[in-house]
């Protein structure tokens, strides 16, 4: 069982270019989200999807978009980097949202330059 | 923002003692999660407390939550060098529009062999 999978593992950009996270989970979960993570900080939502076709906005949704097409995959897309996106990403998924224990991914680390 | 504050910021202690961490938080919640982190790595679910719980167990984990001060407390006993990691309080706040947990910043601990 892969749990919740992230690709790529770092990831190094620069300023202006796009790219697009995955994130897939094999648990059939309907809660997914996206968190960024920065040094001496706790984890801020970016976006969420409570099911497939269903997204919204977190905490910091902005320069960043989401989709979900299935109930496996949730990718997070960059629109156009910015050094201020520099930080560790994980994808997270739970079977019952906020009730229940959430499975993480093992992050993407992204260096904008 | 932050609802959970997680106390100490950083701890320190050998191999075979307990250690305390602390999470207090500002509004009322449904649940309190806690998750331990690998350095460099996802976090890892431990353990989840409802509102009208005090006191739950898992293994060498105990956690309590007291409401009317707003905090929960994670003790690991008999501590081990593979318990070094960070730790996180998430909290579900009570009738929260916006469906997102909300994470502290964590303590790091450290434990010397």
């Known amino acids: 069982n892969a749990g919740v999978t992230q690709t790529p593992k770092f990831q190094v950009l620069k300023t202006g270019q796009s790219m697009t996270l995955q994130c897939a989970q094999d648990?059939?979960?309907?809660?997914m989200s996206w968190y960024r993570q920065d040094p001496g900080m706790g984890l801020r939502l970016i976006h969420y999807s409570v099911g497939a076709g269903i997204t919204d906005q977190g905490e910091v949704p902005n320069g960043y978009n989401v989709s979900r097409s299935t109930t496996e995959d949730f990718p997070l897309r960059l629109l156009s980097a910015a050094p201020s996106q520099t930080s560790v990403y994980f994808c997270?998924?739970?079977?019952?949202?906020?009730?229940?224990?959430?499975?993480f991914g093992q992050g993407t680390r992204l260096t904008v330059v | 923002s932050q609802q959970g504050e997680e106390d100490p910021q950083a701890l320190s202690i050998q191999e075979g003692e307990n250690a305390t961490m602390n999470c207090s938080y500002k509004t009322s919640i449904n649940n309190l999660q806690w998750y331990r982190q690998n350095s460099g790595r996802g976090l890892v679910h431990l353990i989840l407390?409802?509102?009208n719980e005090r006191e739950k167990h898992s293994g060498r984990l105990r956690v309590t939550l007291d409401t009317s001060k707003k905090s929960s407390s994670l003790l690991i006993t008999a501590s081990r060098a593979a318990d070094t990691a960070s730790y996180f309080c998430?909290?579900?706040?009570?009738?929260?529009?916006?469906?997102?947990?909300?994470w502290g910043a964590g303590t790091k601990l450290i434990i010397k062999p």
């Open positions: 648990m059939n979960h309907e809660y």
């Open positions: 998430a909290t579900d706040p009570y009738m929260d529009s916006n469906y997102q947990l909300i």
């Open positions: 997270a998924s739970s079977d019952r949202g906020l009730n229940t224990e959430a499975f």
């Open positions: 407390i409802r509102s």
